[in-house]
């Protein structure tokens, strides 16, 4: 069975840190793109970063841009986010999703974990 | 960055109804569109890639056609379990952008 588990996530202060895991299982994560992306309560999706499946390629939103870093273990079949400096409006449930990987749909985001809290306050 | 504007925001309908759900990109985009579905406090689920392949197990009652900056998703005849927010996402240029959402409601 396919499965994405997110974890990481809680409470911290503004201008803090904090790294997000995403474990997957039932696949080989090596073959995939991944993304990071967030919602902030009661709002809509938002799409933070991806990353290549060997790492060497990797994009963000304007708005995480020298805060945020994706990165990727694949012999530990992982996927992290690591969050610095972060800000209120960061505040959001962070899912990490698997990229569809046949031709004409590599960007669209064909399986979600269940998602991670961050919540940015003092 | 391409906006993705969703209309309507919300939309009041029965069970057995036909819905339209309509996506506009801020430009051309080809056929690089997804949509998914979401339910309070869960993960979005795909449904639609490359603006009308339905991904695999997703029931025949959905479909999504357009291309080029004008999309659409259908729902021929609403279920109970189709009450949700939908979401469209371009995947032509980055970053990726989704549209605002539009909340299928019970009339």
């Known amino acids: 069975e396919v499965q994405l588990v997110e974890s990481g996530g809680g409470l911290v202060q503004p201008g803090g840190s904090l790294r997000l895991s995403c474990a997957a299982s039932g696949f080989t994560l090596s073959s995939y793109w991944m993304s990071w992306v967030r919602q902030a309560p009661g709002k809509g999706l938002e799409w933070v970063a991806n990353i290549k499946p060997d790492g060497s390629e990797k994009y963000y939103v304007d708005s995480v841009k020298g805060r945020f870093t994706i990165s990727r273990d694949n012999a530990k079949n992982s996927l992290y986010l690591q969050m610095n400096s972060l800000r209120a409006e960061d505040t959001a449930v962070h899912y990490c999703?698997?990229?569809?990987?046949?031709?004409?749909?590599?960007?669209?985001?064909?399986?979600w974990g269940q998602g991670t809290l961050v919540t940015v306050s003092s | 960055d391409i906006q993705m504007t969703q209309s309507p925001s919300t939309l009041s309908a029965s069970v057995g109804d036909r819905v339209t759900i309509t996506c506009r990109a801020s430009q051309t985009i080809s056929s690089w569109l997804a949509w998914y579905q979401q339910k309070p406090g869960k993960a979005p689920k795909f449904l639609i890639y490359k603006a009308s392949s339905l991904e695999s197990g997703v029931p025949s009652r959905f479909s999504g056609s357009g291309s080029g900056t004008e999309f659409t998703l259908t729902i021929s005849s609403l279920q109970p379990d189709d009450f949700a927010t939908y979401y469209c996402?371009?995947?032509?240029?980055?970053?990726?952008?989704f549209g605002g959402g539009t909340k299928v409601e019970i009339k």
């Open positions: 996402q371009q995947y032509n240029t980055y970053p990726l952008t």
């Open positions: 999703a698997r990229h569809k990987p046949i031709a004409g749909a590599t960007g669209s985001l064909g399986f």
